[in-house]
């Protein structure tokens, strides 16, 4: 039945593609047709027995809409190849194809703007050749001529490079819409809800400065300056988040990430002060790297005056760099204490309720 069938049909235009050492010759595989995409066109030869190639083309690039003039049959026969058009086993990926029945056939590629062969760049070259020859004889004797075509040169090229700009900017501009239009949503879903405070936003990450350790956020088409000294870690490039504003200075209070991933070129070490100095300190990482860091906002410089020479830091490097950085908290000798005494407690009061204490 052919819920069981393993086999596959298969144009096969390269060789060493498969291997066709078991196969058979099954003229039942007759078939004309292109691919997909449209850009393929592939016939048995039992269709085209006793015609010539450009016969054949030419038929094909009428029936498709194509004018059969000699640049479209060329850049059809760039990609001109005789094939098979094969039953095959399915193999596991990056296995050859074995080939169990085939039928011969030819196979071209269908003329494309964005593709030049061999062959008609050649035509393309002749042409050139011929144009230039024909069109120094005529711009010597004739300086204005000469001009003109300079001038239709240059607007051709102005035209091209306009399109491509435009296609760029509709890219973009589509783009755009998409992320507008997502955030929208989103805050309309949230607005209708009434999940969020009036003074809580949902922000996207445009821009990550690391050298200046800045991110710039955007909101409700505003933008937004924030220190990465007041964030927890370095966010990735449009990241989304949920920023706290004031309401009276519209300035962000707090940052609340919607995920936990970080840049990717970020690396985070652990680091013991050496000394502390103003707005400035002395570190040594873990890979017994010494980094000096200086403030270059207020907040980096209010946490360094609370610093002390011994104390711990983990600092996130990027590039060779500090990004961003941040106090580890040191645990008390009396705070351990107390959770022994705490774990004793605890076990006493299970013996008295017999009740099982679990091994954690």
């Known amino acids: 039945m052919a819920i069981f069938d393993k086999t596959q049909l298969k144009v096969i235009a390269e060789k060493g593609e498969a291997e066709f050492s078991k196969a058979s010759l099954n003229k039942d595989l007759s078939i004309a047709g292109y691919d997909q995409d449209g850009k393929f066109f592939y016939v048995t030869m039992d269709k085209v027995l006793f015609d010539d190639p450009v016969s054949t083309i030419k038929t094909v690039l009428e029936a498709h809409g194509f004018v059969s003039n000699l640049e479209n049959i060329l850049a059809c026969l760039d990609s001109f190849a005789f094939a098979a058009y094969a039953k095959t086993g399915t193999s596991r990926a990056g296995s050859t194809l074995k080939v169990n029945e085939y039928n011969a056939c030819i196979r071209f590629e269908l003329p494309q703007k964005n593709r030049i062969g061999a062959i008609l760049q050649s035509f393309y070259d002749e042409i050139s050749k011929y144009e230039s020859q024909s069109g120094n004889e005529t711009l010597q004797s004739d300086p204005e001529l000469k001009k003109l075509k300079d001038l239709k040169s240059e607007a051709a090229e102005l035209k091209r490079k306009n399109k491509e700009l435009q296609e760029q900017v509709s890219a973009l501009t589509l783009q755009l819409n998409r992320e507008q239009k997502s955030l929208s949503r989103a805050s309309r879903a949230l607005d209708s809800q009434k999940v969020l405070p009036d003074n809580v936003r949902i922000c996207k990450v445009k821009q990550v400065d690391l050298r200046r350790r800045t991110v710039k956020l955007s909101s409700q088409r505003k933008e937004f300056e924030v220190p990465t000294h007041l964030l927890d870690r370095v966010p990735r490039f449009q990241a989304r988040c949920l920023a706290i504003f004031d309401e009276e200075q519209d300035v962000p209070l707090g940052i609340i990430f919607l995920d936990n991933r970080e840049a990717s070129d970020v690396e985070r ?63 008390q000798p009396g705070d351990f204490i107390v959770r022994v005494h705490e774990q004793f407690i605890v076990g006493d009061i299970g013996r008295n309720q017999l009740v099982p204490i679990s091994d954690d």
Do not use: P, W
Request: charged fraction near 30%.
């Open 269 to 331: 070490r652990t680091a013991e002060l050496l000394y502390v100095e103003g707005d400035a300190f002395k570190a040594r990482d873990s890979r017994r790297n010494e980094l000096q860091v200086k403030a270059v906002n207020d907040l980096e410089a209010d946490t360094i005056k609370s610093l002390r020479r011994g104390m711990k830091v983990l600092v996130s490097m990027s590039e060779g760099h500090v990004v961003h950085f941040s106090v580890l908290s040191e645990l």
